[in-house]
Each structure stands twice: as structure tokens, then as C-alpha cells.
């Protein structure tokens, strides 16, 4: 059974930066397209960045471009989250589809695994 655990999230001021992880067990990790969503408080899940199995492929909203970067080993997906601003405040979650081929999608109906979130706060 696939699992994927989350790890990173904390409370910074505006400007910080954070670092989220996401480890996947239960089957090979390379055959996963991989990707972050955010919800935040009272407002509806979002997608943030992903990416396909081999990395190649990254995808981004357009609210994080050029302060978010998303990454991955063999083992481990990467959120780097720079310049930090207090609309980034909100439960990220990774997720996983089975994706054999060099695409990621940017909807969540198409992830089939995911985490179980961790907070990210941004104070002003």
C-alpha cells in the first residue's frame, strides 16, 4: 500500500524560507508523478507545483513561480519555498499518481495518494 508522509512545515516570518519534503513507501518511487497542494484556512485546496517521474517536467501556479522550486531523488519530492509571504499560510499536502510516462497533472482528482499535510505559517 502506498503511503506518502510530509515533513517541514513551521511557522516563519515574511521573507523566510522553508523547506517540505515528501517520502513515498509501498512501491517504487520513480513511477510517480508527484505534486504539492496547499489549502488554506476556509478556502478550497489548491495546486501549488509538480513533477513528473523523472523530474524533467515541472509545473507551477502562477502565485509561486520564481520563489517556489520543486524537486526529487530517487527517494524524496522537494518543496523549496523562498521569499515567503503570509498568503503561502496553509496546510501543504503531497500527493502521488502512478505516471509512468513525462507528465505531471496540475488537478488533484488525478493523484490518487496523498499525505496527510503539514502547516505552513507566514507572519507579517
Known amino acids: 500500500q502506498v503511503q506518502l508522509a510530509e515533513s517541514g512545515g513551521e511557522s516563519v516570518e515574511t521573507g523566510g524560507s522553508l523547506r517540505l519534503s515528501c517520502a513515498l513507501s509501498g512501491d517504487f518511487f520513480s513511477e510517480y508523478a508527484m505534486g504539492w497542494f496547499r489549502q488554506a484556512a476556509e478556502k478550497e485546496r489548491e495546486f501549488v507545483a509538480a513533477?513528473?517521474?523523472?523530474?524533467?517536467r515541472k509545473y507551477y501556479t502562477n502565485s509561486v513561480k520564481g520563489r517556489f522550486t520543486i524537486d526529487r531523488t530517487r527517494t524524496t519530492m522537494w518543496l523549496q519555498m523562498n521569499s515567503l509571504i503570509p498568503d503561502d499560510t496553509a496546510v501543504y499536502f503531497c500527493?502521488?499518481?502512478?505516471?509512468?510516462?513525462?507528465?505531471?497533472?496540475?488537478?488533484?482528482?488525478?493523484?490518487?495518494?496523498w499525505g496527510q499535510g503539514t502547516q505552513v505559517t507566514v507572519s507579517s
Open positions: 513533477i513528473s517521474r523523472s523530474g524533467r
Open positions: 500527493a502521488a499518481r502512478y505516471a509512468p510516462w513525462e507528465h505531471a497533472s496540475i488537478n488533484q482528482t488525478d493523484y490518487t495518494y
